[in-house]
């Protein structure tokens, strides 16, 4: 049975604290504009995945009984920076598997101000998950006192710098061009514009990666509604809906450890295998997709994620971005949404925003982001730990 994403919705991104809201209130915002957009009332809806990191267990049940008191299952998803697509391939598993007609996939996150740390939350970094990650950065690059996550994927940069001649510019033109992109984003945590010199002269946070190229800590919530075929049909929703034609998710292999490399270990391999998958179950390529959003948690990852994608070869994707192919009158629009640099990044909803953003520009419903008849997008969703997801949509 094939799935349709028929609404989506979000919150505006915001800095933590600034503004007077809890999870809860987050995630009946973006979940009441989600069913209000498929013309769809709480009731229709059979299951709930939920994802999010950073709040207590069963959060996701006090989120959704916001929206309704109606007794269906609700599932609790925590998958890293990965959780929001997480929860909306549960989601396409349950319709694709003929589980349910109806299913609502939400994401939210609540976060604390500064930079995240490489630990369990927190706790213990012995015990972390993602431990084992940091092992194989420490054994070829040591340990500064620089923000851990920030660490880990600029010393991927320094590798892809030393052994490819990435230079810091083409790495900063990634984050000029997903700021400037956000300017036409109302949902966006910010919507100034940077040059690369600009890009450039903002503070270090770990060599060569700038504040600007890095994805701030943020609070938000989006959701859609995920429906079958039949669904669709009986309730005259063919206007609204966007196909998931494939979706695949990974986890790390013996590659992602096997070369003491940085590059492998934040999960460029991982991003490769979803990506084959998806091209293998969908019978389209790379080739066939208008817009994409992928996960920029830092604009070194966005061009590992070219590569993984397989939007240029190994090694090519500075210059790649330097050519203006990923932009507007490019071959690809990436990130159209400002991506996480700009729209921002409360880990549980990323995801799901992805899928709405392109859920806008395939229905041709993003405004001044819009992009020329776009058909096919692509979103990528990747968290540490770990797990990758690659979905491909379409224009119903």
């Known amino acids: 049975m094939k799935a349709y994403v028929?609404?989506?919705?979000?919150?505006?991104?915001?800095?933590?604290?600034?503004?007077?809201?809890?999870?809860?209130?987050?995630?009946?915002?973006?979940?009441?504009?989600?069913?209000?957009?498929?013309?769809?009332?709480?009731?229709?809806?059979?299951?709930?995945?939920?994802?999010?990191?950073?709040q207590a267990s069963t959060a996701g049940q006090r989120a959704v009984y916001e929206l309704g008191l109606t007794g269906v299952p609700v599932y609790n998803v925590n998958n890293n920076c990965a959780t929001g697509s997480t929860a909306l391939m549960m989601a396409r598993q349950f319709v694709e598997g003929g589980v349910s007609e109806c299913v609502l996939a939400l994401g939210f996150e609540k976060m604390k101000k500064g930079a995240l740390g490489g630990g369990a939350d927190g706790g213990d970094f012995k015990t972390s998950p993602v431990a084992r990650h940091y092992g194989i950065m420490a054994a070829g690059h040591?340990?500064?006192m620089t923000p851990p996550t920030a660490q880990i994927f600029g010393n991927a940069a320094r590798e892809?710098?030393?052994?490819?001649?990435?230079?810091?510019?083409?790495?900063?033109?990634?984050?000029?061009?997903?700021?400037?992109?956000?300017?036409?984003?109302?949902?966006?945590?910010?919507q100034d514009v940077y040059g690369?010199?600009?890009?450039?002269?903002?503070?270090?946070?770990?060599?060569?990666?700038?504040?600007?190229?890095?994805?701030?800590?943020?609070?938000?919530?989006?959701?859609?509604?995920?429906?079958?075929?039949?669904?669709?049909?009986?309730?005259?929703?063919?206007?609204?809906?966007?196909?998931?034609?494939?979706?695949?998710?990974?986890?790390?292999?013996g590659e992602s450890f096997g070369s003491g490399s940085c590059i492998d270990v934040v999960g460029q391999p991982m991003s490769r295998a979803a990506a084959e998958q998806v091209y293998a179950r969908a019978g389209l390529g790379i080739e066939d997709v208008d817009v994409v959003e992928l996960h920029d948690c830092f604009s070194i990852n966005e061009l590992l994620t070219y590569e993984a994608l397989g939007m240029c070869g190994v090694g090519e994707s500075g210059k790649l971005v330097e050519s203006g192919a990923t932009t507007y009158g490019g071959r690809w629009v990436v990130n159209p949404s400002g991506g996480l640099i700009s729209k921002g990044h409360p880990l549980g909803a990323t995801g799901i925003a992805q899928v709405a953003e392109l859920s806008w520009q395939l229905r041709g419903e993003a405004g001044a982001r819009q992009v020329p008849g776009a058909q096919v997008g692509l979103a990528h969703n990747i968290g540490l730990g770990g797990a990758a997801v690659v979905t491909m949509l379409r224009r119903a």
């Not at 007077?20 to 769809?40: F, I, N, P, R, T």
């Not at 892809?160 to 949902?187: D, F, I, W």
């Not at 890009?199 to 959701?223: F, M, N, W, Y």
Request: glycine share 8%; charged share 20%; hydrophobic share 40%.
């Open 160 to 190: 892809h710098m030393e052994k490819y001649g990435t230079t810091a510019a083409q790495l900063a033109a990634v984050a000029a061009k997903n700021h400037r992109h956000s300017a036409n984003n109302p949902y966006a945590q910010f």
């Open 6 to 54: 028929v609404g989506v919705g979000m919150t505006k991104f915001e800095k933590p604290e600034s503004r007077d809201w809890q999870y809860w209130d987050m995630a009946k915002e973006a979940g009441s504009a989600a069913l209000a957009d498929a013309g769809v009332a709480y009731g229709e809806v059979e299951q709930v995945p939920v994802g999010y990191c950073f």
């Open 142 to 144: 040591g340990f500064e």
């Open 196 to 253: 690369v010199d600009e890009v450039l002269a903002a503070r270090e946070i770990h060599a060569p990666l700038t504040k600007l190229q890095c994805s701030p800590t943020s609070d938000g919530a989006a959701a859609a509604v995920v429906v079958s075929e039949r669904y669709v049909e009986t309730h005259g929703l063919e206007e609204k809906a966007v196909e998931i034609v494939a979706q695949a998710m990974t986890t790390d292999t």
